[in-house]
Structure formats: structure tokens, C-alpha cells
């Protein structure tokens, strides 16, 4: 867990903290009674119509963590600014709402996360200076040990979770309708198809063929069967399931997408990820706009509903899948992910 020292480290290790450098942001680095960072959140910065829900939402997002006494809200923004900072309606609500809910609050513009860049205090705007090189902060030296790239921007990140070619994804589908017309299969065997698919594709490195993805997709179609792979999000093979869970929401069709989106944005979550998390999230709201899971998810997320929680009402990993042993050293997108 990170401790914060100063304002200009606080800046520059934002996108260790996040994975990625944030443009037209807002940031919360919300830290307990030791300076200990908790949670760390980033939002769009809003069009003006749309501020005052953003103040609300985001305030009570990062007042609810257990825990927390202070947030540190960061601005990340080009726009040129002379007597007043730029977004200062938002920062001056928001530290009001966090006054409110007995939380200190300080806030800081920052022209961007790269070395040189100039910062200013919201409320005393005669406290300035540049942020050193974020490749120089102790957040960024971990995040190289453990293997965490760090990206240019979030369009990046998002381009980690691409789909598969539309002809990829149309053969796949019409591998789908044939196996939900023919295909006669229970819930033990779902499991099991869900338990072959791990150990082929993470333990023994091996690229799933198109009759697989298409049998996982329908499997997972199954509420049983899917609320039951939430317990892999949890579990000793987290990782692995991660890796699985992403490939197949990139590599299902629309129809069959939701599902798998909504597991792999749990992995994500649970390992401290929020940003891929509601990546995921919006590769499932793409496809069903209504999805119950991601819906419920999205509350959790935003409401920053403690892992250990998550953890609790997954439930044990059921025998199907505890007899799977990951090795170490599991990688997704270039980083180290452990088992």
C-alpha cells in the first residue's frame, strides 16, 4: 500500500497509481489516517449539464471508503487558464460535499502527468510548481518490478480489450447457433468445459480453437454456471480466470458477450483494477444495455464496495475448479499477475 509525501510525488506517481496517464480527468487519491492511499479514482470531466451529478456521485463514491479521512482531488488539464483554474465550480462543490461527509479535502490542478508539468493549489493558487519525472517516483519503480506497464492514455488501455475480427466473431456465432440447437449439456458439464478451457489456455499456453470459445460462450449463457465462475475471481487461479474471462469477451459475439465482460471486470476489480474493470463493464452495457450483473456491478464499483465483500457473497470455489493449480509468473498485457 502507498504512502503519500508530497503534493508533486502525489502527482507524478498518478499514473503508476491508475496504469495509464489521464487527459481531461478528474482524480481522487483518497488516503487514511497514515497517508496510506485506499482507493485511487478517475472520472471524465464532465460537460457543464452534467457537473453537479458528477460532484454528487463522485463525492459519495469516495466518501464511503471505509477507512479513508482525506482525498487529494487532482485536475488534468491543458486549458489555459489566467485568474481562476480551470473546472474550479467542480472542485470548490466537491470539496464542499467531502466537508460535508467530515472528510478533508485538498484539490490541485495539473497541466498534465509528464515531467515539467505545472501544478497549482485550487484554493491558494500562490502555491505552485512542476511535477518530477513520474518515471522517477517510488509508485513507478514498483509497478516496473511487478511487471504493471504503464500506459500513454486510457484509449490505450481500452485497446487491451479489442475485439476479435468481425469475420472471427461471425464464425464463431454461427458455431454458437448450431451448439444451442444440437448440444445437450448440464451444469456439472459447463463447469467442466469452463475448468478444460483454464487449464488449456493459461497452464498449458495453448490458444482455444473456435468449438471452445463457442461452447464457453453458451455454457456461460447458463446463471448457474456463470455465478458459479464468479467464486475464480476470488480464488487461487484469479489470474488465470482474468486471462480466460477477457479473451472470451473480446472473442464472443455481441449476443454472447455480456457474460464473460461481466466475470472478467470482477477479476479486474478484485485485483485493484477499477480502470479495466468498467472497460469491461462497457463492453457488456454495449451489448445489453440492461444487463442485470454489470448493472449490479457498476453499483459496487461506484459505490467502492470493499473486494473482501465482493469476496464474501462469491462464495467458495466449488471442487470443479479447486483441483486446478496455477503456475507462477501469469501474464496479462505484458504485466506479472500472481495466481
Known amino acids: 500500500m502507498h504512502r503519500i509525501s508530497n503534493i508533486e510525488s502525489l502527482i507524478a506517481s498518478i499514473p503508476a497509481l491508475l496504469g495509464f496517464h489521464p487527459e481531461n480527468s478528474l482524480v481522487a487519491v483518497v488516503v487514511d ?6 482507493m485511487v479514482a478517475r472520472v471524465d470531466l464532465p460537460e457543464e449539464q452534467h457537473q453537479m451529478l458528477l460532484v454528487h456521485q463522485f463525492t459519495e463514491m469516495i466518501s464511503r471508503k471505509d477507512r479513508a479521512v482525506a ?21 470548490h462543490a466537491m470539496l464542499a460535499g467531502l466537508d460535508r461527509a467530515d472528510m478533508a479535502g485538498v484539490a490541485y490542478w495539473v497541466q498534465a502527468t509528464t515531467a515539467g508539468a505545472s501544478w ?25 518490478a511487478c511487471g504493471q506497464p504503464i500506459l500513454s492514455s ?3 488501455l481500452v485497446d ?3 475485439l476479435a475480427q468481425d469475420t472471427d466473431l461471425n464464425r464463431r456465432a454461427a458455431l454458437i447457433e448450431q451448439l444451442e440447437t444440437n448440444w445437450e449439456w448440464d451444469e456439472e458439464t459447463g463447469l467442466r468445459v469452463v475448468a478444460d478451457a483454464l487449464t488449456t489456455l493459461v497452464f498449458e499456453g495453448k490458444s482455444l480453437p473456435d468449438s471452445r470459445i463457442a461452447a464457453l460462450a453458451v455454457v456461460l449463457q447458463n446463471l448457474n454456471v456463470r455465478d458459479t465462475c ?9 489470474a488465470g480466470a482474468e486471462q480466460l474471462f477477457r479473451e472470451l469477451a473480446c472473442g464472443s459475439p455481441a449476443s454472447h458477450r455480456a457474460e464473460p465482460a461481466a466475470l472478467a471486470a470482477v477479476c479486474a476489480y478484485m485485483r485493484g483494477d477499477g480502470a479495466t474493470a468498467m472497460i469491461a463493464l462497457d463492453l457488456a ?7 442485470t450483473l454489470s448493472q449490479l456491478l457498476l453499483h459496487a464499483f461506484c459505490h467502492a464496495v470493499p473486494p473482501a465483500d465482493i469476496a464474501d457473497l462469491a462464495g467458495s470455489v466449488p471442487s470443479v475448479f479447486a483441483s486446478i ?8 498485457n505484458g504485466q506479472v499477475i500472481s495466481g
Open 160 to 162: 487491451t480489450m479489442a
Open 33 to 38: 489516517a497514515s497517508d496510506k492511499v485506499m
Open 325 to 332: 493449480h496455477p503456475p507462477t509468473g501469469i501474464k496479462l
Open 230 to 238: 464468479l467464486t475464480l475471481a476470488v480464488g487461487p487461479i484469479k
Open 285 to 291: 452495457f454495449a451489448c445489453e444495455p440492461q444487463h
Open 71 to 91: 482525498a487529494f482531488l487532482v485536475v488534468v488539464s491543458e486549458e489555459p487558464w489566467t485568474s481562476e483554474l480551470p473546472h474550479s465550480e467542480i472542485i
Open 154 to 156: 486510457r484509449d490505450q
Open 120 to 144: 497549482c493549489d485550487y484554493v491558494d493558487n500562490t502555491i505552485s510548481g512542476t511535477i518530477p519525472d513520474p518515471a522517477s517516483t517510488v509508485v513507478a519503480a514498483e509497478a516496473v
